[in-house]
């Protein structure tokens, strides 16, 4: 009894602490609201201006973040377009794949393709490959010649995707309704060893295009990619 | 001859230069245009791997010195390579003055205006297209042009261009954006694969053909240049043979870094024997293992790349801590291990270090060894001699028995007295080899590990034996993640064991701060008026401080605001600056900062808004730059100062708005005591801190204790004196509610860098009373001194009002000394202790750049190692770490975690909260370069305008040029004149007239007041050395140093010379009564004639009297020789011989000193030779 009783003390006086404030104790109490933690509610409850366009990027093991589209850099593969996070980095995407990364641990400083990859298709495409010339830094690994197998997942075989690695919003049902595809890199320079990509394709504006993806600059920095907010009808609840 | 020839090589690269200029410039430049917008408009899509050179006219001056530096040095005659060959091909390369770009990605730059600089005259672009090729410069000058290949390695590159490559190595690597990086390629040193981008320059001297500094140089001025392929047009491009795709080079398997992991004792080693080998400084480890019948927790700090501490608890659990008084614990050990590196693996050389183990315990497991390491790849091997347990099992007898018979033997070790350093045992007796191998998996995340035990467990403590079916034990080490390490091993044959290692670099630690309010961005209108309240409020939420005053005067805005205390200056003043521009109206053009520390004035600073707003909004080249901050020393102002002012908007705050109230959690623990190995209390504590005046505060705090295991807390440490700090037990244990701190401070800033405070209350913890200190610590000084005095009574053991009998009067002298010697600080004090025991305390400790600080001390007092008892004197270890490094909100103040091995009596110093010398620490010379991530600032590539231009070189060794001067000197003796030498002869003779009579004097003054004078005089000499030696640190700058290595090196000199004299005359002293004329030649014994202190004093003065002008310091040594003759050490003419003597060496010394500085010094600079001669 004596115990409870301390330890009822020691936790008022806590919470007494949190009313201070103290930097420890502001620490405390962001731990105790989760605020270190995903950050997610700062996406949710997010302030968006309409006249811009927002990708949601969430790296391993760091809070998601929304990035604004800056440009749109005409292409004869495919537009590309130029995100920009808040202090200042860049993501390069053409057709939903990276092709240029700027500001990043690791960067993919170019991108092009000897063998363009064929467009995404919404109701399920074939199997098929492209080749890709691409440049990494900081470790100067420059023109480095990936073949890139894409393949399309059978819609029974969606509940094997790795699910969890795509955060806590996506749900297996969300999933369903989706076209999802993988790409994994079938030839490589020694130094390179990328984990499966994976695309998830449905209508975004109007038009089929990667509503959502998962890919990976090296073999220990993947991320979630999705414009946001998510227009897919299969992101609706 | 050589300045009309550099001249015409000048010519000739600046031809060069304008002819690729000429080449290579494709499209201008408009004015006002930013870089990003260049490449955007010269190139119809982003083109990444295309390389843009910056270059700025004005940055050609300071490369051009670089490149004239690199040729100077080319020519000495150290250099046994590249004078010729290197030298013709660097004289042809141009001085283009590039810059480095943060990033060619428009995009990215235009999204960080403040790295994309806007172009102006004198500033060109280039565009050099990716060229795959790589090119090798040799040391010998030879320039080989080969294909670029995507996962070629730089190994690969060398070997095509090399015949032999086994003398390379370390290369520097010019990467085509202008990096440059310095990567090892021989087996020994290989810790990364390196590639290579095309365009790249490999600068590749051989083996010990360039100093290190020199080929930092080369590579450096090598990025300035343009790829090799357009300097070289003609030059063919070689293939590597191994470059096609179907055979790509494979990673070279031996070329990754050595997984360097823990032993079981803690330090870096193989299983149970250590290792040479060394973590980077900062590295932190705490490891636990297991191996019956002992279970050992180790800490590991690593201070310096060569030095590592730490301490161990070791539990036995075949033995008891004690029947008497500790139950059925089992036996805990303390120990401190040592280990020091003496040799850097080379080519051909080992790794080489030396340590000790459990060098302050109580002997159990006290070993020492020395060690050596050589890699090979993956595979690194060690060998080393044991001793003490790690050399148990024996094998070599008495490896330093040369030495004498002491070291045949080894002392048994008495257990339970502890605290001995043991050095009567260290190196002693008989030896054994250890030694093993270690290989490191591909993927670096496994060491397998086979060694040969040093040990035969035949001796174990408590007199036991552990059964050892093999000497030889393996391991196996999982690196589970970048921190963490799982080891088990197999050991003796016969057993199984495991450990857990966790490390990290406290030296690189950080913490984002996403709990700070977001900095406002630049702002598009500026304000009509100055919002004083509004500005204050940002800055005490942005930067902690807290306006005292805020006004625009004219076109100043002026601020005064008193800190928090926290570490990271440069950052909080980052801040303030940007809120300050936010705020300020558009007509202020400066702002000026004035910031105190508890109303102790610190800094004064003054900030040019236009500058630094150039700096946030665009890029510059350094030789553009101008400093938008300028720092100053803070100064007291008159209130009448401020009288009349007409300011705008002016705002002041109350006296106690820097006043604060906080609670907080509390935890404490004591570890490796016999009532259980951690007993711990947790609560809550409430801090006050309220300022009276911005000078004058009551601080303190009271605690209540809410979770606690003192009920088994029953054991009170023996002492042989006053109980000063050993009833430290009944002060946890009596009261759940205390009062540790309650004082009232005033602080006083006495002019002139002086500084005092008075104090009085409940001091700390376990005393009362007042006290008062004073400090000298002078603006951006390493040196500092400060004196403390306290009248102090023990407290009651509630911590409550009441206090107990023993009193005391406790106080230190205290210098401190920032050594500029790798983030080296000491703190040395001598005083009176709590106990009443007198001594000083000697404090050790690096401070990190992001104010991380590991450190030791050790007290010694005239308390005896019995009466002090177990331990024999005080001493610990700690580390410090702001709070800032571990709270994701920027916060002031520091962690602190501190373990003493024994909590005792002797050597006891008084717990004061309030200390001068952390009240003015942004006095500190580094104290606007500490920051919260110098780490990721030093890695961030993204930046523009890096220097290139800067010239290395390699660090100077002082006393070589002292050698030169001993040398020099003595070949001068031969050109002093006869006159001189018989003019000296017949001062010692006519003095030697008097010698009777004087000592007759010096008979009738023993036991007078003279005594006291005399021993002044026979301290003169040391004092002058140890005021040299202060000197020699650079305290009053370079002359002042080199006049003191003249004077150290002129004493030791006149000594040597002196005990030769002493030697060669044998006089008899006036105190052996055999009277002045008593020689007996050959004799060394006690000889009289000259004397070493009145020789040493006049060395010591000479050089300064002469370089200064100061006659007057002869009359300084002069004392000396009173108190040899009073003392009746010397007769007259000793002391008339030794003056002389002292007097010649340090004039001889001095003048090799002035002749080597006034010698003919080059001097080159863009446009002209010059050669300078100081008279």
Redesign the interface.
Known sequence: MRHAL??F??GF??C??AC?P??????LV?LAKG??GQ?ESAVATAVLNPAYRYLRVELDGA?PALLVL??L?P?PDGVVE?W?ASL?E?I?TQNGRIV?T??LGVDW??VTFSKLPVAWQGGGGLASTYVRVR?E?????????ETVAVSPVARQDVGQLPLKSFGPMFQAAQAQRLHWYQERVVAA????DLPVSWFAVGRHGGQVAVVFSRQCLADNMCMNLQPWPAQDEAFKP | MIFPMRQIAWVVSLWGQFALQAHAADVAVLPGERVSDWILRTSAVTAPLDVVHWRVGSERGPQLRLREAVLASLLAPSNTEGSGGLTATLQSLPVTGRMLLASSDARWLQGSPQQDPVLADGQSLHRFEAAGSIAVLSGTGDVCLLEQGAATPVQAYLKACFVDTDDLDWVWVVQPDGRVSKVGVAAWNADTFATLAPGAWLFAPQRGGLPESQSDNIARFLATQAPARVLFPGKPVLPVASLSPEAPVRVPADFRPVQLTASDWGEIGLIQTPSARMESAGKVRAHVSAMHPYTKMSVLLQPMDWFELGFRYTDISNALYGPGYAGDQTYKDKSIDVKLRLLKEGAYTPELAMGLRDVGGTGLFASEYVVANKRWGAWDASVGLGWGYLGARGGVTAPLGFLGQRFQSRPVVVVGSGGETNEQSYFHGDAALFGGVQWSSPSGKWVLKAELDGNNYQKEPFATTQPQNSPLNWGAVYRYSPSVDIAATVQRGNRVGVGLTMHFNVGQLEMPKPLDPALPRLPAVYPVALQAHVLADELKQHAGWTVQRASVMGATLAIEAQTDGALYMQERMDRAVALLHKSAPAHVRRFVIELNERGLPMTHTEVDRAEWLARMTRAQAPSLKLPPLVVSAGYRREPDERAGVDAQGAASSPVDSASALSIQPSYSQILGGPDGFVLYQAGVKATVDYRLQPNTWVSGYVNARILDNYDTFKFDGPSNLPRVRTDARQYVTTSRYTMPNMQLTHVQDLGGGHYGSVYGGFLESMYAGVGGEWLYRPWKSPFAFGVDVNRVRQRSFAQDFGLRDYEVSTGHATAYWDTGWNDLQVKLQMGRYLAGDVGATLDLRRVFANGTTIGAWVTRTNVSAAQFGEGSFDKGIYVSMPFDLLLPKSSPGNAHAIWTPLMRDGGARLGRSVALFDLTSQRDPRAMAFVSNPTSRAGNRFVTGGDLSHIHTEPTNRWLSGRDDVFGAGRSVGDVPYSTWLLGAGAVLAASAFDAQVDKWALNQQGTQADGLAKIGNAVPFALAAGSGALLTGLAGEGGANTAQTALLSAGMAVGANLGLKYAVGRARPVDGQGAGSFQGGNTKDSSFASNHVAAAFALVTPFAQQYDMPSLYLVAAASSLGRIQQREHWLSDTVAGGLLGYAVGSLMSNQQLRREKSWQLDLAPGRIGATKSF
């Open positions: 301390r330890l003390v020691l006086a806590l007494l602490a201070a103290n930097p420890l104790q502001q620490t962001a605020d270190l950050g809070a800056g440009y850099e292409h130029v920009y200042g860049v390069k240029g700027v500001g400083a170019s440049s830094l900081p470790g100067y690994r420059v023109g480095g010649v320079p020694p130094t390179s």
